[in-house]
C-alpha cells in the first residue's frame, strides 16, 4: 500500500479503493518485501572484489598479486593509473606505466581504491539508484568505511581492508530496499538512520536496512563476519560487548557517521573499541579529510550532501479498526478467487490450466516452486502432473491409503503445512522426494475441492520462515484451490463430452454404414437376379437391352450409395416436381422379369389420379424398393400371394396437403409386439409366424422411416389377419405442370 508523506493532508482509513490499488499490486500481497528482494535485479558483487577478499583472508596478497589481479579489469586499471598519474602522486612529465603507479600508490591506496570502486560501483548498478539523491549516502558510507578501517588498526585487526569494506556495504540494505519497494520506501530512505528507522521499516515493512543487507551479503557469498556487522550494527552497544571485532568496529564507525552530537552513543560505542571521546574526535576529523581524498579519487561529488535533508522516519497511522481492516482483505481475497477462478476458465488445454495454476499460486502465495498431483481414475494415488519447467513430477506418485501429511491433506480436503524440521517423524518417504524435487524445507498442500469431490492437490515449497504467514491466509489458499479445480473439473467435463461426441460420431458413422451395406443389398439383389434372367436369355439369343439399362441403373445406384457415407444430401433450396407414378413405373420395370418376384405372387399398382408430390425421386425409389423387396420376402411361396401401390389421392393434415401412396400385401399380418417397433433399428425377424407381411422389425424400414422423413412426409403401418399396409404421406406439389397419372399396372406370374 502507498502512503505519502506526513503533511500531505490525505485521509488512509482503509477501504475498497485502498484494495483496488492492492490488487493492482498484487505481487506486494501482505507488504512482504522479502519475495521482491528475491525477484529485484539486485547487482551481483564484482569479480574483482571477490577475488581481492579472498586473497586478503589467506593473507597471500603482495604488489606481484595486486597488479595480476587489477590488470584483468580494464576500468579499475584505468581509475588507478588517472589517480597515480595526478598531481597528488605524480611528479614527472611522462606518464607512469602500470607497474609504476602501482608502486607510486602503495599497497594501502590500492586496496582502498579496489575496495571502493568496485562497491560504488555495485551501488550504482541497483535499480532506481539513478533516481534519488544518493550524496549524503555516498558520504555516510564513506565516512564508516574510513572510520571502520582506522579503528581497526588501533585494534591491531588482522584485516583492516575488511573493515573498511563493511563499514562500505553497513547501509547497503537501504539501497536493496529501495530497489525492491521504491515508492513504500523512497522517502524513508534519506531518513536520519537511527533505530526509529528500523522500528518503521519493522513496522511498514516487515523488514529492517540491517536485515535486507546481511541478507543481501550472504548471497554474495563472502565467508566472513561481513554479513553479521551489517546485520547488528544498529544493536545496543551493551548487547555487543563479546562479539566479534568487526562486529564492534562497525557498530563504532555507524555511530561516529552518524551520531558523532550523541556523546552517550559515542561512548558507549567507543567502549567496546577502547576509544575514548578524544580519540573519537581525532578520528572523526581524520576522516573527514580522507573522505574528501577518496571522493576525489573516485570522481564522486560530494559537495552540498551536508545539505540534503534527514527527516525523521515515517510510517502510516496504524488502522484504528481491526475489524474493518480483516474485513478488507475478505474483499481483496474474494475480488482475487473472482479474478483468479475467471483466469483459470480461460486457460486452453490440461497443461495450460496446470502451467497457469502453478503460476498464480507462487505470486499469489510466494511459493518458490509448486507442482500439482491428482487423483488417478480408482481413487487409490495422487500422481504428479507434468507442468512447463516440472516434468519430473509426472513419475511421482503418493498412495492415499498410506497417511502422511500430503495425504492427509487431500482426504480431510483442508490446507496442511508441513516443515521439515519439525514434521520430520510424520514425513514418509513421498514428503522426502516433494521436499528434495521443490528444493526447500517446507510445504504448503491445498486441496483441489469441486463439491463432494477432491481432484487432487497443489504443493508449494516455500522457506521454514514463510509457515506463518502461510497459515494465517489459509481461508484464502482454500479458497483459491475451489476455483482451481472447479476450471480443473470443467475441462474434465468437456474433454469426456469430446470423448462422447466423438463416440457419437463413430456410432452415426456405423449406423450409416450398416444402412449403406442394407441399402446395397437391395440392387445387387435385384442385379444377380437381373444377371439369371440375362443369361437365360443370351443362351436364347433374346434381345438384352432393356435388362442391361436395369442392370446400369442398379449399378450407378449402388455407387450413390455408397458415396453417401462421405457426400451428404442436402435438400434443395427450391422444391421441384416429382411425378410419383412414373417412379413407381420404374420400380415396377425394376422387379419386372428378374426372377426375384416368385410366380405364386402378383405386384400390382394403381396411380390414377394426380401423382406430382416434391422430392428427390432417388429417395422415393429407394423407400418403394425396401416396401416391396419385404413384402415378396414376407410372402415367401404363399400361394395367390399379391402386393400392390396404390395412389389413394390427397390428404388435408396439420393444413398441408399430401398425396397418400399405400403399399400393401395380403400376407399374415404382424404381431403387436413387432408391430410396436416397427420402425426401431433392431435385428430383422423376418423368419417365423410373426413376421407377417412386411414384418421386417430389422434396419430396412427404419431406413424406410428415415427416408420418408428426409422427404418431409409420414409413414404409418396397418396390419391385420387380411395384411399388412403402409401409408405414406408425402407433400404434393403445389404448383403446375404436375405430370399425368400413369394407367394401373400389374405384376404377375407370366
Known amino acids: 500500500m502507498l502512503w505519502p508523506p506526513p503533511g500531505s493532508g490525505q485521509c488512509h482509513q482503509p477501504n475498497l479503493r485502498q484494495v483496488a490499488a492492492v490488487l493492482e499490486n498484487m505481487h506486494q500481497s501482505d507488504q512482504d518485501i522479502r519475495n521482491r528482494l528475491l525477484i529485484a535485479r539486485l547487482p551481483a558483487m564484482p569479480q574483482i572484489l571477490v577475488k581481492l577478499i579472498e586473497h586478503l583472508q589467506a593473507d597471500d596478497l603482495g604488489m606481484p598479486e595486486l597488479a595480476a589481479l587489477i590488470a584483468k579489469d580494464a576500468g579499475m586499471t584505468g581509475k588507478l593509473l588517472a589517480v597515480?598519474?595526478?598531481?597528488?602522486?605524480?611528479?614527472?612529465?611522462?606518464?607512469?606505466?602500470?607497474?609504476?603507479?602501482?608502486?607510486?600508490?602503495?599497497?594501502?591506496?590500492?586496496?582502498?581504491?579496489?575496495?571502493?570502486?568496485?562497491?560504488?560501483?555495485?551501488?550504482?548498478?541497483?535499480?532506481?539508484s539513478n533516481s534519488i539523491d544518493l550524496r549524503a549516502f555516498w558520504k555516510?558510507?564513506?565516512?564508516?568505511a574510513v572510520l571502520a578501517r582506522d579503528v581497526a588498526r588501533s585494534l591491531d585487526y588482522a584485516h583492516p581492508e575488511e573493515a573498511y569494506l563493511?563499514?562500505?556495504?553497513?547501509?547497503?540494505?537501504?539501497?536493496?530496499?529501495?530497489?525492491?519497494?521504491?515508492?513504500?520506501?523512497?522517502?524513508?530512505?534519506?531518513?536520519?538512520?537511527?533505530?526509529?528507522?528500523?522500528?518503521?521499516?519493522q513496522r511498514t515493512l516487515q523488514i529492517t536496512h540491517t536485515e535486507a543487507g546481511a541478507w543481501l551479503i550472504e548471497r554474495w557469498q563472502l565467508d566472513s563476519f561481513l554479513a553479521d556487522a551489517v546485520l547488528y550494527h544498529h544493536e545496543p552497544s551493551e548487547r555487543l560487548e563479546s562479539s566479534h571485532p568487526l562486529i564492534r568496529i562497525v557498530r563504532l564507525?555507524?555511530?561516529?557517521?552518524?551520531?558523532?552530537?550523541?556523546?552517550?552513543?559515542?561512548?558507549?560505542?567507543?567502549?567496546?573499541?577502547?576509544?575514548?571521546?578524544?580519540?573519537?574526535?581525532?578520528?572523526?576529523?581524520?576522516?573527514?579529510?580522507?573522505?574528501?581524498?577518496?571522493?576525489?579519487?573516485?570522481?564522486i561529488d560530494l559537495a552540498g550532501a551536508d545539505d540534503i535533508p534527514s527527516p525523521p522516519a515515517w510510517a502510516p497511522p496504524p488502522p484504528a479498526d481491526p475489524v474493518q481492516q480483516r474485513l478488507n482483505e475478505e474483499v481483496r481475497n474474494m475480488v482475487l478467487v473472482s479474478e483468479v477462478g475467471q483466469s483459470l476458465a480461460r486457460q486452453q488445454g490440461e497443461s495450460g490450466l496446470l502451467d497457469a495454476m502453478t503460476r498464480t499460486a507462487r505470486i499469489l502465495f510466494d511459493f518458490d516452486s509448486a507442482v500439482v498431483l491428482l487423483e488417478n481414475p480408482t481413487g487409490q494415488l495422487l500422481a504428479g502432473a507434468p507442468t512447463f519447467g516440472a516434468q519430473r513430477i509426472a513419475e511421482f506418485t503418493l498412495p492415499l491409503a498410506k497417511g502422511g501429511p500430503v495425504a492427509r491433506s487431500a482426504l480431510e480436503r483442508r490446507p496442511a503445512f508441513v516443515q521439515r524440521a519439525r514434521h520430520h517423524d510424520q514425513l514418509g518417504l513421498a514428503e522426502e522426494q516433494l521436499l528434495r524435487m521443490l528444493g526447500t524445507d517446507s510445504l504448503v498442500v491445498v486441496p483441489l475441492v469441486a463439491g463432494p469431490r477432491c481432484l487432487g492437490v497443489l504443493v508449494g515449497g516455500v522457506p521454514g520462515w514463510q509457515l506463518p504467514h502461510c497459515q494465517r491466509r489459509e481461508r484464502f489458499m482454500q479458497a483459491f484451490g475451489a476455483q482451481a479445480a472447479s476450471a480443473l473439473e470443467n475441462l474434465l467435463l468437456e474433454r469426456g463430452h469430446a470423448r462422447r461426441q466423438l463416440a457419437s460420431v463413430a456410432e452415426e458413422f456405423r449406423d450409416a454404414s450398416r444402412r449403406v451395406i442394407h441399402e446395397v443389398n437391395?440392387?445387387?439383389?435385384?442385379?444377380?437376379?437381373?444377371?439369371?434372367?440375362?443369361?437365360?436369355?443370351?443362351?436364347?439369343?433374346?434381345?438384352?437391352?432393356?435388362?442391361?439399362?436395369?442392370?446400369?441403373?442398379?449399378?450407378?445406384?449402388?455407387?450413390?450409395?455408397?458415396?453417401?457415407?462421405?457426400?451428404?444430401r442436402t435438400p434443395d433450396a427450391v422444391p421441384r416436381p416429382l411425378d410419383a407414378a412414373k417412379v413407381v413405373?420404374?420400380?415396377?420395370?425394376?422387379?419386372?422379369?428378374s426372377g426375384y418376384v416368385p410366380a405364386t405372387t402378383q405386384v400390382m399398382a394403381r396411380m390414377e389420379g394426380d401423382g406430382a408430390i416434391e422430392g428427390d425421386p432417388d429417395l422415393l425409389k429407394q423407400i418403394l424398393v425396401n416396401l416391396v423387396k419385404n413384402a415378396v420376402e414376407a410372402l415367401g411361396s404363399r400361394p395367390?400371394?399379391?402386393?400392390?401401390?396404390?395412389?389413394?389421392?390427397?390428404?388435408?393434415?396439420e393444413r398441408k396437403v399430401y398425396l397418400e401412396l399405400v403399399v400393401s400385401d395380403n400376407g399374415p399380418g404382424l404381431s403387436r409386439e413387432v408391430l410396436a417397433n416397427l420402425f426401431s433399428p433392431v435385428r430383422s425377424a423376418k423368419d417365423g409366424a410373426n413376421a407377417g407381411a412386411n414384418g421386417n422389425r430389422g434396419l430396412g424400414l427404419s431406413i424406410v422411416h428415415g427416408l420418408v422423413k428426409q422427404l418431409d412426409g409420414h409413414i404409418a403401418c396397418r396390419s391385420g389377419s387380411a395384411g399388412t399396409s403402409f401409408e405414406i404421406l408425402l407433400p404434393a406439389w403445389s404448383g403446375a405442370g404436375a405430370a399425368p397419372a400413369l394407367p394401373a399396372r400389374a405384376l404377375g406370374s407370366a
Open 585 to 593: 413405373d420404374d420400380v415396377l420395370r425394376l422387379f419386372r422379369g
Open 640 to 653: 395367390a400371394g399379391r402386393i400392390e401401390i396404390v395412389n389413394r389421392g390427397h390428404v388435408n393434415r
Open 166 to 201: 563493511a563499514g562500505l556495504l553497513h547501509n547497503v540494505g537501504r539501497l536493496a530496499l529501495l530497489a525492491a519497494a521504491p515508492k513504500e520506501y523512497g522517502f524513508n530512505f534519506t531518513a536520519r538512520d537511527d533505530d526509529d528507522l528500523c522500528a518503521v521499516e
Open 522 to 568: 437391395n440392387p445387387l439383389a435385384i442385379i444377380k437376379n437381373y444377371l439369371s434372367v440375362l443369361d437365360g436369355k443370351l443362351a436364347r439369343q433374346e434381345p438384352v437391352g432393356g435388362e442391361l439399362s436395369i442392370l446400369n441403373e442398379e449399378i450407378d445406384r449402388v455407387g450413390q450409395l455408397i458415396g453417401s457415407l462421405a457426400d451428404q
Open 253 to 299: 564507525a555507524h555511530v561516529l557517521s552518524h551520531h558523532a552530537d550523541d556523546a552517550t552513543m559515542v561512548n558507549e560505542a567507543g567502549a567496546l573499541c577502547g576509544v575514548d571521546a578524544a580519540q573519537a574526535a581525532k578520528l572523526i576529523e581524520k576522516a573527514a579529510r580522507q573522505v574528501e581524498q577518496a571522493a576525489a579519487h573516485l570522481g
Open 140 to 144: 555516510h558510507s564513506l565516512a564508516a
Open 84 to 128: 597515480a598519474n595526478s598531481s597528488a602522486y605524480h611528479r614527472h612529465t611522462r606518464s607512469a606505466d602500470l607497474e609504476q603507479s602501482l608502486v607510486a600508490l602503495g599497497t594501502d591506496m590500492i586496496k582502498t581504491l579496489v575496495i571502493s570502486d568496485s562497491v560504488f560501483q555495485t551501488f550504482n548498478s541497483f535499480p532506481h
